[in-house]
């Protein structure tokens, strides 16, 4: 990032500072595609598309030299199952049932590769059926368990990812997963997970992807509220509320899903995918206005016990983590991990100079981006009164003193 991308980024910021979020996103007439790589830089991606908040499509020129693109594909296109079997067939795979509803998702069990991969054969010369039903592998964390630097290179469109970064300075899990299965399996219509964005290159075959921006799904709930779990169903189609934005996804190419927007996908082939989700500077705010909204949830389902329960707000907390995966300490501690990493980033060395060290990735300016973001987050979290009922006695540093260091960094780094 440079200093006139920050400019413009914080310009973007400030202009939102004080307003409410919109209950509807204005609606994109069209998916733009992205064709050649060495004519988009990161900064084109940041200013069209990250922070405006809309999805685009990348050429299969982003991914050909990718490994997986070479290895786990024959010359066909089709998966190469005996490259498959031979590198990771007995380990252990997530598989969701996309025929068994469960709430609004599938039901999952856990097989070794190989036994899904005779599934697979089998329901492909069972002319894509099964008595066993429509089986998808899915949120494989293959990267957690195995070096990816000869499958894929992470695109630097995608590198400022604090999610993942988070996760692996703890050791203990990630957001990066392998998607593979038959024409016909399909992903229930959600919002991806902490309102983050997401990634998925397809690595062989095809998928339709159907996306409604920030706000739309609302005209889908029914009576109790909830959402749609198949926006393709006859009742949503004799409504006429369609997908505002459908987009076919080819071998090799990939797909930017924007914050909040939900989305509804189907294999329209044979498919290996590949996807991350992410968070940063970026989207911050709409994570954190997630988690409150989730917490008000929890406590009007629980609202009944709140004078009768002992400790009913660390309860809720509770409640609200098993729920989310992250509660308002865990976020804080999410702050705090990436805040101390870029601190020590940005270094005043002369009047409106500054430099960073080694190994900062995207430059000076984009931690610099980053604290101010994190700041102006973190001024929102220690003010909320259901984050100050949180036992912060044993944080380090205490959440106020994080703040003033990212305040005082600020204030050295040259004025916008």
């Known amino acids: 990032m440079d200093r006139e991308t920050r400019v413009f980024a914080e310009s973007h910021f400030r202009g939102l500072r004080g307003r409410l979020p919109s209950k509807v996103s204005p609606t994109p007439d069209r998916v733009d595609f992205i064709e050649k790589p060495d004519s988009f830089s990161y900064t084109d991606f940041f200013k069209s598309y990250l922070l405006p908040n809309v999805p685009c499509v990348f050429s299969s020129a982003f991914t050909e030299h990718w490994g997986c693109r070479k290895r786990w594909v024959m010359p066909s296109g089709k998966p190469d199952f005996d490259h498959l079997l031979q590198s990771y067939g007995d380990v252990v795979v997530p598989v969701a049932n996309c025929g068994v509803q469960e709430y609004n998702s599938n039901p999952k069990e856990h097989m070794p590769l190989k036994d899904y991969i005779s599934y697979w054969k089998e329901f492909i010369r069972g002319d894509y059926s099964s008595p066993r039903g429509c089986l998808y592998l899915k949120d494989w964390h293959l990267c957690r368990y195995s070096s990816a630097e000869d499958l894929f290179t992470l695109p630097v469109y995608f590198s400022s990812d604090w999610l993942n970064e988070y996760w692996d300075t703890l050791d203990v899990d990630d957001y990066r997963f392998i998607y593979m299965g038959p024409a016909g399996t399909w992903s229930p219509f959600h919002a991806d997970i ?103 949830a929890v406590q009007q389902e629980v609202s009944e016990w709140r004078d009768t329960m002992p ?72 003010v909320n009164p259901d984050f100050q009922r949180v036992d912060t006695s044993k944080f380090s540093p205490q959440p106020e003193d994080l703040l003033q260091q990212l305040q005082e960094a600020l204030a050295t780094t040259d004025p916008l």
């Open 194 to 296: 902490l309102r983050s964005y997401s990634w998925s290159v397809n690595i062989c075959g095809r998928k339709k992807w159907l996306f409604f921006p920030p706000g739309q799904e609302e005209a889908l709930r029914d009576s109790h509220g909830g959402l749609p779990y198949d926006v393709t169903a006859p009742e949503f189609l004799e409504s006429h509320l369609h997908p505002v934005l459908e987009v076919t996804q080819e071998a090799g190419e990939m797909v930017f899903v924007p914050s909040g927007w939900h989305h509804q996908v189907h294999n329209l082939e044979d498919t290996i995918s590949i996807n991350h989700n992410w968070i940063n500077g970026c989207n911050l705010a709409n994570t954190w206005r997630f988690l409150q909204q989730e917490l008000c």
């Open 311 to 382: 400790d009913w707000h660390h309860h809720c907390q509770v409640i609200m983590k098993s729920c989310t995966g992250i509660n308002f300490e865990e976020f804080y501690h999410f702050l705090k991990v990436i805040a101390e990493r870029r601190l020590p980033l940005v270094k005043k060395i002369g009047p409106g100079e500054v430099r960073c060290s080694e190994g900062s990735g995207l430059g000076p300016q984009h931690a610099i981006f980053d604290i101010s973001r994190i700041a102006e987050v973190l001024a929102s979290v220690v």
